[in-house]
C-alpha cells in the first residue's frame, strides 16, 4: 500500500520549494514563457491548495472536486449525489459561478478555515436567489467559496462543484483550474455528446501525468446508445493509459432536462457508493489521499527542472539584452574620448567664436560656444548608442517586455540631462579657475572668467587651440596653468563619464526593473534536491 509521509522535515523542504517556485518569475515574452508562468501557477496551486494542506492534516476529509466542460452537467450530479439542490443548475451557460463545496456537518471546520484555497473567501450562509446576495461588501464572485452541509454525505468526504473548465468568462477557467489543483479526487464529467472533445480530454491526461486519483462520468446518455457509447468512451480511455480508471455512466432522464431536477438515487447510486467507501474505508480512503499526494510529489522531478530552464532562458535573454547595452555604450564612450582628445568640440561656431576671441567675442560667448558643442558631441553619441541599442534587441524576442521598447518617451529629455552636466561642469571648472586667480602674488589678477574661457578652449580644441594653453600659461604661470588643465581634465571625463553611465543605466532600468537574475535556477534545482534527498 502507498504510504504518506508526513515527516516534519519533508515539510520544510517542501515548504522551501513552494518559496522558491513562488520566487520565480518569467517577465520577458521568450516563446516558452507563457506555458512556465502556467506551470507556475499550476504548481503553486497544488502546493498551496493540496500538498501542503494534505501533509500537514492527512485526517482532513477527502475532497473531490467535480470539473469538467460546459453543459456536461456537474451541478445537477453533485445536487443528486447530496440529496438536495445545493449548487445552481439551469439552462444558461455558464451557470456555476461561485464554487460550491459540501461535506458532512461533523467536517466542515475542515473547509470554514483556509487550511485549503486559502484566497478563496467563504460563504455559508444558506443560498438566496441571488449569488452576490451572499457576498461580503466589495468581494468578487469569482474569488468566493460557498460552504453547505448536508447530512446525506457521509463524515470524510466533501464534494466540491466547480466552474466550467472551458467557460466563456477567463476567471472562471481558471478558478476551474485552481479547485482542480485542490482535489484528493478528480470527478471529471462528460457528456455522450461531448467525450470525445478536446478539454474533458486535456483534464483527463493532466490527471494522469499527476498520478492523481481519477474518476470519470459519462453523464446524460440516451438509452438506446448507451452500450454503445459507453463501449467506444472505455476504448478511448483504455488508448490513453486510462483503462483502469473507475468509470460510471449516468442515463438521460427527464430530471435531467434543461438541468432543473435531481436525478433518481438509482442513476448515482454507483458513484455515491465509489465515493462513500473512500470515505469510510481506511484503507481506500488512505489509498486515494496517497495516490494523489505521491502523484505531485513525483511530478516535481520534471516540472521543477522545466521552471529553472525557463529560469534559464530568462536570465540568457536578459544578458543578451544588458550586454548589447554595455557594447553600444562602451563604443560611444570610446569614441566620444576620441573626439574629445582630437578637438572635435572646437568646430563649427565654436572654432568661429575661438578665432574671434578676445577682439570680437567675449569669454561668455566662448564658453557658451564651447558648451553647446560639447553639449552636441554628448548627445549624438549617446543617440548612436541607443539606435545600437535599437538595432541589436530587434533581433531579440525578449526585447518586447512593456517598457522596454521606449525608455525615454520624452525627446528633449536626454539632451535636457546632458546640458544639465555640462552646464554643471562649466561652473565648476569657472569656480576652479576663480581659485588660481585669486591665488597669484600679483598686482592685476586676470580675470577669472577669460581664465575659464582658455582652459575649456584648451581642454577641449586639441591642436587647434594650442594658443589657449599659452594664453593661459601667460597669465597664470606655467605651473599654474598645468594644475588648472589638470583639474579642469579630470572634471571633464569625470563628467563624460557620468553622462555616459547615466545615459546607460537609464536605458537598462526597465530591464533592471524586470528583476531577472541567475539565481532562480540554481535555488529551483536545490529546492527539488533537498525534498527528494527528504523522501
Known sequence: MVTLDVRPQLLDALSALRDRVAAARFPLPLPGAPRARANRDELLAQLDDYLVPRLRDPEAPLLAVVGGSTGAGKSTLVNSLVGRRVS????????????VLVCHPEDHHWFSGMRVLPDLARVWTPRREADDDLLPPGEDPARVLRIETA???????????APDIDSLIADNRVLAAELLCAADIWVMVTTAARYADAVPWHLLRTAKEYDATLVTVLDRVPHQVVTEV??????????????????????ELPESAWGGGLLPATAVAPLRAWLVHRAQDLG?????????????????????????????????????L?????????????????????????????????????????????LDSLVESLTALLLCSVTAADE????????????????LEDPDPEPDTAE?????AVRRWRRELEEYAEEEARGLDRAVAPEP???????????????????AGEGLAERLGAHGALRLRDRGGRLLAEQVDLVVHTERERRLAPLDALDVHPEPQAELIAALSVLQKER
Do not use: N
Not at 463524515?155 to 466540491?160: D, F, K, W
Not at 569614441?335 to 582628445?341: A, D, F, N, Q, S
Open 416 to 420: 535636457h540631462r546632458i546640458g544639465m
Open 151 to 161: 447530512e446525506s454525505l457521509p463524515p470524510g468526504v466533501a464534494l466540491l462543484d
Open 230 to 251: 459507453s463501449r467506444r468512451y472505455g476504448a478511448l480511455l483504455t488508448k490513453a493509459g486510462l483503462g483502469d480508471v473507475p468509470r460510471f455512466t449516468v442515463p
Open 449 to 467: 572668467e577669460t581664465v575659464a574661457a582658455l582652459v575649456a578652449t584648451a581642454l577641449l580644441g586639441g591642436r587647434r587651440a594650442r594658443g
Open 322 to 366: 544588458t550586454t548589447a547595452v554595455d557594447e553600444a555604450y562602451d563604443g560611444e564612450h570610446a569614441r566620444v574620448r576620441g573626439r574629445l582628445k582630437a578637438g572635435a568640440v572646437l568646430a563649427g561656431d565654436a572654432l568661429k567664436r575661438w578665432r574671434a576671441f578676445p577682439l570680437d567675442c567675449s569669454p561668455a560667448e566662448l
Open 88 to 99: 445552481e443548475a439551469g439552462v444558461l451557460r455558464p451557470t456555476t459561478r461561485t464554487p
Open 388 to 403: 545600437r541599442v535599437d538595432a541589436a534587441w530587434r533581433r531579440e524576442p525578449a526585447a518586447g517586455a512593456p517598457g
Open 284 to 320: 481506500a480512503r488512505h489509498h486515494a489521499m496517497a495516490r494523489t499526494a505521491h502523484g505531485v510529489l513525483d511530478s516535481l522531478g520534471a516540472r521543477m527542472p522545466e521552471l529553472a530552464g525557463a529560469s534559464a532562458a530568462q536570465y540568457a535573454a536578459a544578458l543578451r
